[in-house]
């Protein structure tokens, strides 16, 4: 897949004026994004801007620009276990990169019947020709309400999916048709649901508000009417594998975990001196023992619960890096490695080997924040300036480009059926969303939204070419491949909200809810 920017090298960054409200094009033909009222959402300036980059000129907008440090991450990652997993998956067999999608599917099968099988790195480019990329993608909206959207998430077969916010219940749709399929209450709700996912056998969700209970709902609610109450105000929860345990992070700068069966906390220690906003089982698809928590106080640490105590609350790693609170924190769900979202407007890949122990970390000089800011009512301070390199940073990979303000965004490994999880993908405040190429640091792709919208979470179906994000505006976006022949030549903009092509407008759907 050809990415969008490539990494540039610039002589003196100061001698390159720099964008924040930049936003890349595709090579070959322009794509315009237009607004409501027709007025194109990128100026002259930024069309100026982006001829350089696609002309090969030595340009890139600041808040793309990489610290030393982060140029020696890229140097460094193709030794990177994960580097070595995907090479080849990266590459195209000689003469197949040309081809059209249906010339690629079509070499493809003729490579199958005379070889007798496909390695598992042909069908991953095969299925990728069938992604929602670049000049085909095509997006539709599929429901809009009139509260803001905070979590998504699809189940383990991908034939659900569910949106949770601000509104006092949770919505699960079939992902066939997209019709509302279930309606969950959520009950006590204070300003917004925090998290929301499926149960491990996906019979239950789970949510968490900012209040003083955690509850888990049958999906099948109507019919048994099953709830349970956990009495625990809660940010973030993630569930293990076996769905008999969840480890949780709170405000009030501790992690839990939770035996679901007694409803009895296992154990609650003080891990953070802030806020702790992500947490995420780490030790593979058993998702067990190992899990990493993330905080306001720009850490993240590696607990193991297997001698996690009350008595001895060290954490058995230390991840220094972020120069700001960790907004979000995704699994690869291989044992190694996960990726964490920051207020320093970064996500950044780690290696759970690779961190300090708590008695190394205490002895390393403490690192201050750079800038003092709240990332709910404020634009970052450090847009539009050099990168802040945190100097004991373990990272393994470092990408920028996106936008973490207003609330805390999400991020996530592109699944591994359909991708062999070499992407990383992001919400973003400016209203996109961004997909990166997990080795080279390249943006391969951007889904732009409404402009200058939010975009808390987005997921990807873990086995078909289709990408969702609910934003702040209530509405659920579905993006799907539409290739040329396959546009429909009916162009009128109708009221049906199935029909609908374009999200770039303000109209009001509030019509067509049914709230």
């Known amino acids: 897949m050809a990415a969008l920017l490539r990494w540039v090298t610039t002589g003196d960054d100061d001698d390159d004026d720099g964008d924040a409200n930049w936003l890349p094009e595709y090579e070959g033909e322009s794509i315009v994004f237009e607004d409501s009222d027709g007025t194109p959402i990128l100026s002259d300036d930024e069309r100026a801007h982006l001829d350089k980059v696609f002309d090969g000129e030595p340009y890139a907008p600041l808040s793309f620009r990489r610290s030393e440090h982060e140029k020696k991450q890229r140097e460094m990652v193709p030794l990177e276990r994960i580097a070595h997993q995907l090479r080849g998956y990266n590459k195209d067999p000689v003469g197949v990169s040309s081809l059209t999608r249906k010339q690629r599917l079509f070499h493809t099968l003729c490579h199958r019947e005379q070889v007798g099988t496909s390695s598992k790195a042909q069908l991953i480019k095969l299925q990728e020709t069938f992604m929602p990329f670049q000049e085909n993608k095509h997006c539709r909206v599929v429901d809009a309400v009139r509260d803001r959207l905070y979590c998504g998430g699809f189940n383990s077969t991908g034939s659900r999916f569910l949106t949770a916010g601000q509104r006092g219940e949770v919505l699960l749709y079939d992902t066939v048709n997209w019709d509302r399929e279930a309606y969950l209450p959520v009950r006590d709700i204070s300003w917004t649901v925090t998290d929301a996912k499926f149960t491990p056998d996906d019979a239950n969700v789970m949510y968490s508000t900012i209040n003083s209970n955690v509850r888990m709902v049958s999906t099948n609610f109507e019919e048994d009417g099953k709830e349970h109450v956990f009495p625990l105000a809660l940010w973030c929860i993630d569930i293990n594998a076996a769905g008999t345990e969840f480890v949780a992070g709170t405000s009030?700068?501790?992690?839990?975990?939770?035996?679901?069966?007694?409803?009895?906390?296992?154990?609650?220690?003080?891990?953070?001196?802030?806020?702790?906003?992500?947490?995420?089982?780490v030790d593979g698809p058993l998702h067990s023992n190992v899990f990493v928590s993330g905080s306001d106080d720009s850490l993240i640490k590696l607990w193991d619960r297997r001698v996690l105590s009350e008595s001895n609350p060290k954490p058995q790693g230390v991840f220094p890096g972020h120069a700001d609170g960790i907004s979000h924190i995704s699994s690869r769900d291989d044992g190694y490695y996960f990726i964490s979202n920051s207020k320093d407007q970064t996500t950044k890949l780690w290696d759970i080997r690779k961190c300090f122990s708590s008695d190394d970390y205490d002895d390393l000089m403490p690192f201050r924040k750079?800038?003092?800011?709240?990332?709910?009512?404020?634009?970052?301070?450090?847009?539009?300036?050099?990168?802040?390199?945190?100097?004991?940073?373990?990272?393994?990979?470092?990408?920028?480009?996106?936008?973490v303000i207003e609330t805390l965004i999400r991020c996530y490994f592109s699944p591994l059926h359909s991708t062999a999880q070499k992407y990383i993908y992001t919400g973003s405040a400016d209203g996109?969303?961004?997909?990166?190429?997990?080795?080279?640091?390249?943006?391969?792709?951007?889904?732009?939204?409404?402009?200058?919208?939010?975009?808390?979470?987005?997921?990807?179906?873990?086995?078909?070419?289709?990408?969702?994000?609910?934003?702040?505006?209530?509405?659920?976006?579905?993006?799907q491949r539409q290739d040329e022949d396959e546009q429909p030549t009916n162009k009128v903009n109708t009221r049906s909200r199935r029909r609908r092509q374009f999200v770039d407008d303000d109209e009001d759907y509030d019509n067509e809810d049914e709230d």
Not at 438 to 448: C, H, K, P, Q, R
Not at 455 to 464: A, C, G, K, L, N
């Open 252 to 281: 009030q700068s501790s992690v839990i975990l939770m035996d679901m069966q007694t409803q009895v906390p296992v154990c609650h220690v003080i891990g953070h001196h802030d806020d702790v906003n992500a947490i995420a089982f």
């Open 370 to 403: 750079p800038y003092s800011w709240d990332y709910r009512y404020q634009a970052y301070p450090g847009r539009n300036k050099r990168p802040v390199e945190h100097p004991d940073d373990t990272s393994v990979m470092t990408y920028r480009g996106h936008m």
């Open 432 to 479: 996109r969303v961004y997909v990166y190429d997990s080795i080279t640091g390249d943006l391969v792709e951007i889904f732009a939204m409404k402009h200058n919208g939010i975009t808390r979470d987005v997921r990807w179906h873990p086995f078909e070419p289709t990408i969702v994000s609910p934003d702040f505006y209530g509405k659920l976006c579905v993006w």
